[in-house]
């Protein structure tokens, strides 16, 4: 067992082992007062399909999710390979997230990412308090696939594509 590395249960070792689980990258975006607001997250959860469920969870010092957090619909786009760029813009802290980013308008406040691998439309059903995040579990209301666009997958805290086998 020389190829197993042990780790404190703590915040840095939780980033690395975590980082060895491949996840989709999902952007959360809504028109606020006019304007679309969004951010990026990575832990994404299909929850259940009778009701229609997913999950997503936000970090508690966000300063975006306090603008989102009263929409009455949410945009959920998976994002595809060629996103990588999108991504990044909508997890900086600073700047316009959503330059260069085509923009597709969906019920009351939703708001879709252009070239996504899957739109989901939903309501906000709860925020389940955990630890330093908050789950967010939204009822699906509509969806759109786009099957001919691979997503965009999280993992070793870099992005990468699937590759066919």
Same mark, same amino acid.
């Given at each position: 067992?020389?190829?197993?590395?042990?780790?404190? *249960?703590?915040?840095?070792?939780? /980033?690395? *082992?975590?980082?060895?689980?491949?996840?989709?990258?999902?952007?959360?975006?809504?028109?606020?007062?006019?304007?679309?607001?969004?951010?990026?997250? @990575?832990?994404?959860?299909?929850?259940?399909? &009778?009701?229609?469920?997913?999950? +997503?969870?936000?970090?508690?010092?966000?300063?975006?999710?306090?603008?989102?957090? &009263?929409?009455?619909?949410?945009? !959920?786009? !998976?994002?595809?390979?060629?996103?990588?760029? #999108? #991504? /990044? @813009?909508?997890?900086? /802290?600073?700047? &316009?997230?959503?330059?260069?980013?085509?923009?597709?308008?969906?019920?009351?406040?939703?708001?879709?990412?252009?070239?996504?691998?899957?739109?989901? $439309?939903?309501?906000?059903?709860?925020?389940?308090? *955990?630890? &330093?995040?908050?789950?967010?579990? !939204?009822?699906?209301?509509?969806?759109?696939?786009?099957?001919?666009? $691979?997503?965009?997958? +999280?993992?070793?805290?870099?992005? /990468?594509? !699937?590759? *066919? @086998?």
């Amino acid at each position: 067992m020389n190829d197993v590395f042990e780790t404190p *249960a703590d915040g840095t070792g939780l /980033r690395r *082992a975590f980082a060895n689980f491949p996840s989709g990258v999902v952007a959360v975006c809504a028109e606020v007062d006019g304007k679309p607001v969004g951010l990026a997250v @990575s832990t994404f959860v299909p929850v259940s399909l &009778d009701p229609p469920l997913v999950s +997503f969870c936000i970090q508690n010092s966000s300063s975006t999710w306090p603008k989102l957090v &009263d929409a009455g619909y949410l945009g !959920l786009s !998976l994002l595809g390979t060629d996103q990588q760029e #999108a #991504a /990044r @813009s909508l997890s900086s /802290r600073t700047g &316009d997230r959503f330059r260069d980013l085509e923009l597709h308008q969906g019920t009351g406040e939703a708001v879709f990412i252009q070239g996504a691998s899957v739109w989901i $439309e939903g309501s906000p059903e709860a925020h389940v308090p *955990a630890g &330093d995040h908050t789950v967010v579990i !939204l009822r699906i209301n509509r969806l759109a696939i786009h099957p001919d666009r $691979e997503p965009l997958v +999280f993992h070793g805290s870099r992005f /990468r594509l !699937l590759h *066919a @086998s």
